[in-house]
């Protein structure tokens, strides 16, 4: 971690208290030109600072997105990598994981040039409007089990959002994240199984979020961001990041008591709504009436008939 990073780490910490440039020197034994350098390098990537007399330095706002500035918020437990572009953080993750990289790898990208979600559709990607992470998980699961992972990211991804922002974040089923009826968030989780135990040899969850600004409707249809064109807090991808994976690794590592599924349900929107289910080229249109143990999503069908639909068979679409 270089100095700048040090000082807007401690900014941020600070959280918009003043820190005095005589201290910032003191705590991180440099001089107060260092100190004042640093400060500079911070607003020329975006940061903006509140600079009074005898008091020091105060952080308005910024979103410096580095590998330092998520791990801060943290804690031990994770391996953090920030890139500034990359063609898919999955891609990236998966050769970290044949590298043999641990458990709670993270890859977060300030942008991707080929990122995608369900059935290889292209995620609109911009540069430091959105977080686009991948995730490398090794967790001991059967194959039949690696929905659940899907369901605890998005969990964890509705939590976070709500932490971060305020905003009350809803799940369309089974991998898509939504505010106020527009999607903000997808997930695609893939996998490497092994053939004659059956059983997972690792996993990648990957999390793309719109942060702020506009999402052209040509690039993503429904498709808004968190903070639309409206102020944002300090810092909010970092700690979109951080509370994120906190939250994913506290549910999968609680996979077995299924202690996501009650919010996941909760916060389901399609239970209760009509839907339309596509297996491939066909559709049929019925009402979402519940979620089984497994999260396969029960539909009633007009004929009558009540089906449980898996995640890998259909794509559904819910009518506003």
């Known amino acids: 971690m270089d100095l700048k990073e040090k000082i807007y780490c401690e900014l941020v910490r600070a959280d918009g208290r003043y820190c005095s440039g005589e201290a910032l020197a003191e705590k991180f034994g440099v001089s ?72 709670w790898t993270a890859v977060i990208a300030e942008t991707q040039t080929s990122g995608r979600g369900r059935f290889s559709r292209p995620f609109y990607s911009p540069a430091r409007n959105g977080l686009y992470m991948s995730v490398l998980m090794r967790p001991h699961l059967a194959a039949k089990d690696t929905l659940y992972l899907t369901t605890c990211a998005a969990v964890a991804v509705a939590e976070a959002i709500e932490a971060v922002s305020g905003k009350y974040a809803e799940i369309k089923w089974v991998n898509d994240v939504y505010i106020q009826g527009k999607k903000v968030s997808g997930i695609l989780t893939e996998a490497s199984f092994d053939i004659e135990s059956n059983t997972l040899g690792y996993a990648i969850v990957g999390i793309g979020v719109n942060v702020r600004g506009t999402i052209p409707q040509e690039a993503a249809p429904n498709a808004a961001s968190v903070f639309g064109e409206g102020a944002v807090p300090v810092q909010p991808r970092a700690r979109l990041a951080a509370e994120i994976l906190k939250r994913l690794r506290f549910y999968c590592e609680h996979i077995e008591e299924r202690s996501f599924f009650e919010e996941y349900k909760r916060r389901c929107f399609v239970i209760g709504r009509e839907v339309k289910v596509y297996t491939g080229s066909v559709s049929e249109e019925g009402v979402a009436v519940g979620l089984d143990e497994n999260c396969f999503l029960k539909v009633r069908f007009k004929d009558g008939a009540v089906k449980t639909i898996s995640a890998g068979e259909i794509s559904i679409k819910v009518n506003f």
């Open 32 to 103: 107060r030109n260092a100190v004042w350098k640093a400060v500079k390098a911070i607003e020329q990537e975006g940061g903006v600072l509140s600079c009074i007399r005898k008091r020091g330095y105060a952080l308005v706002s910024g979103d410096l997105l580095t590998a330092a500035t998520v791990g801060a918020l943290l804690g031990d437990g994770f391996k953090v990598g920030v890139v500034k572009e990359t063609s898919s953080t999955n891609d990236d993750a998966r050769a970290l994981a044949g590298q043999g990289a641990p458990s």
